[in-house]
């Protein structure tokens, strides 16, 4: 999805980019409507997915404290 080259540049398409923003709040509205601890467990299984699929580390990091938040809850 997103390629270095030999320069250490990062190019990316902003299609990709969206898609990637469109699987980041699926996860945030999953973990939202996470009611018990094997909803949350799923939605860990979900963000360990979007981690590997899109890389994107800060995103993954930002629904992984949404997920601890919402365990305090439960």
Same mark, same amino acid.
């Given at each position: 999805?997103?390629t270095?080259? *030999?320069? *250490?540049?990062?190019?990316? /398409?902003?299609?990709?980019?969206?898609?990637?923003?469109?699987?980041?709040?699926?996860? /945030?509205?999953?973990?939202?409507?996470c009611? *018990?601890?094997?909803?949350l467990?799923?939605?860990k299984?979900?963000?360990?997915?979007?981690s590997?699929?899109?890389?994107?580390?800060?995103?993954?990091?930002e629904?992984?404290v949404?997920?601890?938040?919402?365990?305090?809850?439960?």
């Open positions: 999805m997103i270095k080259d *030999n320069d *250490n540049l990062l190019y990316f /398409r902003i299609d990709i980019m969206d898609k990637i923003l469109q699987a980041k709040n699926k996860g /945030r509205k999953i973990i939202e409507s009611e *018990n601890h094997k909803q467990d799923c939605a299984r979900y963000i360990n997915q979007y590997k699929t899109t890389e994107d580390l800060v995103g993954a990091s629904l992984e949404l997920l601890l938040a919402k365990r305090l809850y439960i």
